[in-house]
């Protein structure tokens, strides 16, 4: 077989990430096996195990791709903005409409996030890290360009990044972005009211 038409081993481990991610998205993480993944992708299971332990280490590369794309989206979003306060509403409010794209995928298996949210929260360390960069660089951006004032970047971060996820737990309990966009838009005035210079 000529090399060039082989697959290299990134490419495969992306297809079945994606593969994994629809059949997780239908049938819930506990009912999904590994021969479930591996015939929708027209390969043994023994494939799969090439390129991933387990189960377990399947979901963990679907949790790390989702929080990639969302990142990727954040930092599309943020850089058509100049304004640091309008970069923190576009980080904000990207992030919460990622945050409700992804519950509409995979709400067959909120129960199970709920469940497993510890596991789901730990195999997102590399996004949680890169989403407070993100966060810490707009309101860096913010002082130096004397629109912010803000003593402890790491602890308004942090306390904005929580924030956020309060948002997330009503999307997961089934609220719609439309039924809590007025609820966000006031809490980002509130925010950036609060730390922008008088």
Known sequence: MNPRNM???????KEIIKKSREVISKMGFRKTSTEEIAKSLNKTKSALYH????REEILKAVIHYEGEQVKKSIIEAIENETDPRKKLQAF???RTKNVYKLWNFYKSIIEEYFLRYSFIWMSLDTY???????????????????VFSIPD????SRSFIKLMRGFDF?????????EIQSDLAEVLRV???GISKK
Not at 7 to 13: G, L, Q
Not at 153 to 156: D, E, H, K, V
Not at 170 to 178: L, N, P, S
């Open 7 to 13: 697959k290299n081993k990134d490419e495969i481990k």
């Open 191 to 193: 925010f950036i009211k």
């Open 153 to 156: 970047i790491s602890l308004t």
């Open 51 to 54: 390129y991933f332990e387990n």
């Open 128 to 146: 949680k890290m890169d989403e407070q960069k993100i966060l810490e660089n707009i309101l860096q951006e913010g002082i130096d360009q004397k």
């Open 92 to 94: 904000f409010i990207n």
């Open 170 to 178: 009503f999307i997961f309990q089934g609220e719609k972005y439309k």
